[in-house]
Structures are given as structure tokens and as C-alpha cells.
């Protein structure tokens, strides 16, 4: 059993979401930087998809009160295990009585905490994703407050505690280059509104959450209105309100939206946007679809191989 | 990753049943590589894995659906009748409206409770449907001034559409009653009672029925009419 002593900013229950429920409208939910919350689940043996932690900004400290082990990947944070401090992308064994904090992020806005075995609260439509504005799977649909307690699925068997080398590290760029198809509504903007999504850089807001990326920067000009005949939002769908400033949608969208999108960013890079900090800036790249596939298909080989590989379900 | 097909652009029944086929023929074929789909007015966004269909291949597959479309035959609709309590304290805007119309409130009451309604696409928040069969008569622009918070429940007009609001939100339809059944029960076994493509009926109740069937609704003993 895990013991909440002090939730953090914002901590909720991930695993890699639930499909198949966006045409009821509810989004897939999931960790917003995908791949350091499935290293952090190999570091402790446990599959991709088991349970763990996603903290926003400021961690939680917590109690642990059995033998288990744990990793804090994502975000640059200060960790503590007893009040000595610990490494990130690392094994951490821990005995009962054992407390952890999780301090605040120096770099990076997105931390993941794995524990080994997972988090074992009810599925709710197939998985144990928290949905925040829907009040839907996770521990009861919410984000964790002081005196919780998570239990944990038993254990399928130790493995050897690992440490990631600096080079298998993802990371944490102070400007980075976003890459994006365009469209499917470009030709609603203007050739300077264009040229001004891809080559000024824009800044990310502090009203950015699970749900979108909302950023601040040069105009992306619309010829004629913003508004469509609602059509479906995919991860990283680009939508520019009339005021031309691009709102990146993530894990946590509505399901369907009237605004223009401009472009969408490749899945590879979502993880990336999810940790630029409020006041950090980011470019956009426009890649053709081709091209986009391939970077995905890099992107999915590097992390079938990241942390020693997966463990299959 | 995902492509998003247009069948149209404009807000009509025959476009939205044209996107509605294409989802149920990829449903029928079992499509590879598909992962799941959102129809909207008129548009039918495919999440797709590119691991199991590349990007040509799967336009060409949606291209050949899109063809059968206009003939594909959709099985039956489901008809759900819902409870409608149009009390002015549930109905904020059901005066305003009347007034607007040139009709008595009743009246307003009896051809909204009298149509059947569409729903194009469930979306934006959890169960939220998105409805055709407006009557002409009751068709009226959006309000000018959202309202910052709608209660879940209420029945809006707006334009040529009926919204049921699943959840709190801000809204800027015009609000004519109240149903007590849960559109988006994120503790049921099945959160979202809605689907596109089904129809659906408001059946007027006063505010003390309104009150029993809420309180079943919150026991959970409460089943709304599905024909």
C-alpha cells in the first residue's frame, strides 16, 4: 500500500488510456508524455500499460508500506528517499516505512512515477486512465488528495535494479522544434498567417492542461472566420480560435470541435510539447505525411528498445 | 494517428447519414488497421494504427467505402424517449423563447415535445448529442451571451439544432426544460447513454414526476424507454 502524505500540484492515476470511446465523447486520457511514463513502468518490470503516477509540476510525498520498487522519470525533479536524495530514470528499491518526496520541477512539467506490480484501481471502460473533467476511471475519477491510500497488484517477479546512462535519457529541450502536417483546414488561413505558424516561435501559457497546449506568439491570420461545421479532434490537432493563437489538443480533448485547425502534431512529438514549461518556447516544423510515418515508426523502434525493452502484457 | 474524411459541408440529415454509413460499413468490413471513429454533421475522423495500413492504402480502402455509402442500408434506429420537465425553473429561457416566436408557452411546449429528434454525433463533452428535427417554427439564432454554466439535463434549441448539456458547461443555447436522466454517468457500467443515429423523443413531465424519476435516477433504479 502507498500512503498520500501530500498529493503535489496535480497527481492522477495513468496508464495508457482507453480507445474506442471518443465517438461517446470521452477521450482516451493517458499520460501525456507517453514514453517516460512507459520507461518509468520497465525500470520497476512492470508492462507498458500498468498503472502509475502522472504529477504535474510539483510531486507528491509519499509513504510506501511494503517491499517495493519504484522510478520517477519525466520532468527533472529533486527526489528523496528518507531525505537522501535519489536518482531519476533509476530503480528504486524500497522497504516498509520508506518515505519519498517529489519535489519540484526544475526543468520539464510532466513527472511519472511507476510502482512495481501498478496501481490497482477498478478499469473503467477497459482502462484505469483518469479522466479529470469527466470524473471517470483513476481513483474515483479525481486527482489524489492527502490520506489516500493506492494498493498495489501483486508482484510478478523482481528484476534487477537498472539506471538509465545519460545518453537513453529523453531530453528536456529549452526550445524545441515541434514537427507538424498541415492542414486539414490550412488553406483557412492566410500565406503570412502560415508563414508566421512556422517560423516564429510561440510560447506556452500557464492555462495549458491535460487538454490542450494553449500557446502565445505570432498571428496565425485567418482569410475567411474561424469557425467550421464541427468535425473530430485527433491528438495533437492544431485549433486556431478567432483570436489566432494555436491551441494544441492532447490526451484530455473534447472529442469534436468548430474551430479551424491548422495542423497536427505528430504523435512522436506530443511528449515533447507536454514538457514546456509556462513562459518556454517552441517552433513549429511542417513534414509531409510520409515523413511524418517514418519519424513515427523511429520513434516507436527507439522505444521498443528504451529502458531494455518491454515486458508483454 | 488519424485522417479525417469529408462527406460535405453544410449541417443536413442526408450528409450526416451518408458519414454515419461510412462508420458502419468500416464497422461491417472490419477495416484493417482502424482504431476507432468519431462522426460529426459531416465529417468521420478514422484513428488509424500505421503499423497494420499505411496512409495510401487506407484512403484507397475509405475511398471505395465512400462510394457504397449512398446505398448502404443502416440497421434499425433506436427510439429513447426522455422525460422533459419544461417548468420555468428548469426551462430558464422557455419564456424569452415564446416571446420571440409569437407563441404561448404551451404551445412552444407541445411542437418541441412533439418532434423527433436526430441525433448526428454524440461529442464535445461525454454523451453530449447533437440533434436534427428542429420544427421551422421553433428555430431561433443562438443566444447572444452564453451562459457561463448550464445545468446538466437542460434541453436547448439553438438554430436548427436540440442539445441535451451532459454535463456542466458553458452553453449558448436556449434552454426550454430539464430532463432528470443522466446522459453521462461516469459511475454506470455504460457512461454515455446516447449514440449517434438514434432517435429521440421529450415527453413532458411536471416538476413532481420530474422529482420521482430524479431520485430513481439517483438510486439508480431508473431506466429511460428504449423502442
Not at chain 1, 519525466?74 to 536518482?87: D, I, K, M
Not at chain 1, 485567418?222 to 492532447?250: C, F
Not at chain 2, 477495416?31 to 503499423?51: C, H, M, Q
Request: some cysteine; hydrophobic content about 40%.
Amino acid at each position: 500500500v502507498i500512503r498520500i502524505l501530500d498529493p503535489g500540484a496535480q497527481s492522477t492515476v495513468q496508464d495508457l488510456g482507453r480507445s474506442g470511446h471518443l465517438r461517446e465523447g470521452i477521450p482516451p486520457s493517458g499520460p501525456v508524455d507517453a514514453r517516460a511514463f512507459v520507461i518509468a513502468n520497465r525500470l520497476v518490470g512492470n508492462c507498458d500499460d500498468c498503472a502509475g503516477l502522472e504529477c504535474t509540476v510539483l510531486g507528491p510525498r509519499f509513504g510506501v508500506e511494503r517491499v517495493c520498487a519504484i522510478a520517477v522519470t519525466g520532468a527533472e525533479v529533486p527526489v528523496t528517499v528518507n531525505h537522501a536524495a535519489a536518482p531519476q530514470w533509476a530503480t528504486l528499491v524500497l522497504k516498509p516505512g520508506d518515505t519519498v518526496r517529489i519535489g519540484a520541477a526544475r526543468q520539464g512539467v510532466r513527472v511519472y512515477v511507476a510502482f512495481s506490480g501498478g496501481i490497482d484501481v477498478p478499469r473503467v471502460l477497459g482502462s484505469r486512465a483518469t479522466y479529470l473533467r469527466g470524473r471517470l476511471g483513476g481513483l474515483e475519477g479525481r486527482a489524489l488528495r492527502r490520506g489516500d491510500t493506492l494498493r498495489l497488484a501483486p508482484h510478478v517477479g523482481p528484476r534487477r535494479p537498472r539506471r538509465l546512462a545519460g545518453a537513453e535519457i529523453p531530453p528536456l529541450e529549452s526550445e524545441p522544434e515541434i514537427r507538424v502536417v498541415l492542414g486539414p483546414q490550412a488553406d483557412r488561413f492566410t500565406r503570412a498567417g502560415l508563414d508566421a505558424f512556422l517560423s516564429s516561435p510561440y510560447v506556452m501559457l500557464p492555462q495549458s492542461d491535460r487538454m490542450g497546449a494553449r500557446l502565445t506568439g505570432a498571428t496565425v491570420t485567418h482569410t475567411k472566420g474561424h469557425d467550421i461545421i464541427s468535425d473530430g479532434i485527433a491528438l495533437g490537432s492544431i485549433q486556431v480560435p478567432g483570436d489566432g493563437q494555436p491551441i494544441v489538443m492532447l490526451v484530455d480533448r473534447q472529442s469534436t470541435g468548430g474551430y479551424t485547425k491548422v495542423a497536427t502534431v505528430g504523435s512522436f512529438d506530443i511528449g515533447r510539447i507536454g514538457q514546456v514549461k509556462p513562459g518556454q518556447r517552441l517552433r513549429f516544423r511542417a513534414v509531409a505525411v510520409a515523413e511524418a510515418h517514418r519519424l513515427r515508426r523511429e520513434f516507436e523502434q527507439s522505444l521498443a528498445q528504451a529502458a531494455g525493452g518491454g515486458v508483454s502484457r | 494517428v488519424a485522417l479525417c474524411v469529408e462527406l460535405g459541408d453544410e449541417i443536413s440529415v442526408e450528409t450526416n447519414t451518408r458519414v454515419r454509413a461510412l462508420e458502419y460499413l468500416i464497422q461491417q468490413k472490419g477495416l484493417a488497421g482502424v482504431v476507432e471513429t468519431v462522426p460529426t454533421f459531416r465529417s468521420l475522423l478514422v484513428y488509424y494504427d500505421p503499423g497494420q495500413v499505411g496512409y495510401d492504402a487506407l484512403c484507397a480502402a475509405l475511398a471505395g467505402l465512400v462510394e457504397q455509402a449512398d446505398t448502404a442500408v443502416l440497421p434499425p434506429a433506436r427510439l429513447v424517449e426522455l422525460p422533459c420537465c419544461y417548468d420555468p425553473e428548469m426551462g430558464l429561457d422557455l419564456a424569452a423563447a415564446a416571446e420571440r416566436l409569437h407563441m404561448t408557452t404551451d404551445e412552444l411546449v407541445r411542437l418541441h415535445s412533439g418532434a423527433e429528434y436526430l441525433v448526428y454525433f454524440v461529442g464535445f463533452t461525454p454523451g453530449l448529442p447533437y440533434m436534427a428535427g428542429v420544427p421551422e417554427r421553433i428555430q431561433l439564432p443562438r443566444l447572444t451571451t452564453p451562459r457561463v454554466k448550464v445545468p446538466p439535463g437542460s434541453a436547448g434549441l439553438g438554430g436548427k439544432q436540440f442539445c441535451i448539456y451532459s454535463v456542466e458547461s458553458p452553453g449558448g443555447y436556449w434552454l426550454l426544460g430539464r430532463t432528470p436522466v443522466r446522459l453521462y454517468d461516469p459511475e454506470a457500467a455504460e457512461p454515455t447513454l446516447l449514440r449517434a443515429g438514434d432517435r429521440v423523443r421529450m415527453r413532458p413531465i411536471d416538476r413532481a414526476e420530474y422529482d420521482v424519476i430524479a431520485a430513481r435516477v439517483a438510486e439508480r433504479t431508473y431506466a429511460p424507454v428504449i423502442a
